[in-house]
């Protein structure tokens, strides 16, 4: 049974009552986090912010990286984790390096049958058939990537950092529109949660429905 929880960040305070939700999930304060990066973090920076976000839960946290300092015998730990995290970044470079590294397959296995999917930003959206909805929060298109699709956990698209502009209001309805797909756009605090086929809205999430032409 899948079980995703889809943010828009995790930073600001409100997004609590999506924390509320992962932690039904994990159903334990013991839980073990696999953290995957986007890109190479050689500080460890970003991470070391994400380690102290899930020690407030008592949370522990395993760092992963694709590209520079890959290695392969932390994938068995990775996968053998409560929940796996997919980090915020670039959404095309990032899926880049999970084709690269043969992931994709073995992390829908892992969301539909092992443990809880986490997706922050760009790894929400690569939940999401297709990534080209990375375009609309800024992202830009790194060109060695030309498959663009994503894990297919669920069946909507789903947009970032949403600000309530007249203008991005209508890249989104236009996006919904050429795809032909539900679009959710969450603002920072807000996200979602999918449990088996029951898709909770939590916050102020924007539903775009398609129009006929």
């Not at 979602?192 to 999430?205: A, D, F, K, S």
């Amino acid at each position: 049974m899948r079980k995703l929880v889809l943010y828009s960040d995790q930073v600001i305070a409100a997004n609590q009552q999506v924390d509320s939700y992962l932690l039904k999930l994990l159903g334990t304060n013991a839980a073990r986090i696999g953290y995957i990066s986007s890109s190479s973090d050689p500080k460890r920076q970003y991470f070391r912010a994400k380690q102290q976000y899930y020690q407030q839960y008592g949370l522990e946290a395993l760092y992963v990286e694709l590209d520079v300092e890959y290695k392969t015998d932390l994938l068995d730990p990775l996968f053998a984790c409560d929940a796996i995290h997919l980090s915020g970044g670039n959404t095309y470079y990032f899926l880049y390096w999970l084709q690269q590294r043969g992931l994709m397959q073995r992390l829908q296995h892992y969301a539909l049958h092992q443990g809880v999917l986490i997706g922050i930003s760009a790894g929400a959206i690569i939940m999401t058939p297709e990534i080209a909805s990375a375009r609309l929060c800024g992202d830009t298109p790194y060109p060695p990537l030309t498959t663009y699709q994503g894990l297919g956990l669920v069946d909507f698209a789903f947009v970032p950092h949403i600000q309530d502009t007249p203008e991005e209001y209508a890249r989104m309805q236009a996006y919904a529109n050429h795809q032909q797909r539900v679009l959710y756009g969450c603002h920072d605090g807000d996200g979602i949660v999918v449990v088996g086929e029951t898709v909770t809205l939590v916050g102020n999430v924007v539903t775009v429905t398609p129009t006929s032409a």
